[in-house]
Nanobody, 123 residues
């Protein structure tokens, strides 16, 4: 049974940085596209960033230049580095794994979800 576990969320001020981590158990991350979604208060879950096993990346327009997705297959871990955080980045962030080798990850294509980690950005 594949399980994903996020860590690294918290309360920060606008302009600060955070790095989220996502570990996988029961599987090998190198087989999956690693993705990060988020769901803000009263909003739908949306794709933030993704990286295929081959290193191809995709970012949502509103995080480009601020967020960086990466992965360490040897450690079975994916990361989301978030810089210059804004109050509108406040959300629960979810790690996801998609067996398709595409960086355009859809909600419907995700094979496994983490339980999420809360990021709160104060102004």
């Amino acid at each position: 049974q594949v399980q994903l576990l996020e860590s690294g969320g918290g309360l920060v001020q606008a302009g600060d940085s955070l790095r989220l981590s996502c570990g996988i158990s029961g599987g090998t991350f190198s087989r999956y596209t690693a993705a990060w979604f988020r769901q803000g208060p009263g909003k739908e879950r949306e794709l933030v960033a993704a990286m295929t096993p081959f290193g191809v990346t995709n970012y949502a327009m509103h995080v480009k230049g601020r967020f960086t997705v990466s992965r360490d297959n040897a450690k079975n871990t994916a990361y989301l580095q978030m810089n210059n955080l804004k109050p509108e980045d406040t959300a629960v962030y979810y790690c996801a794994a998609d067996v398709r080798a595409s960086a355009y990850v859809l909600l419907s294509s995700v094979n496994y979800w983490g339980k999420g980690t809360l990021v709160t950005v104060s102004s």
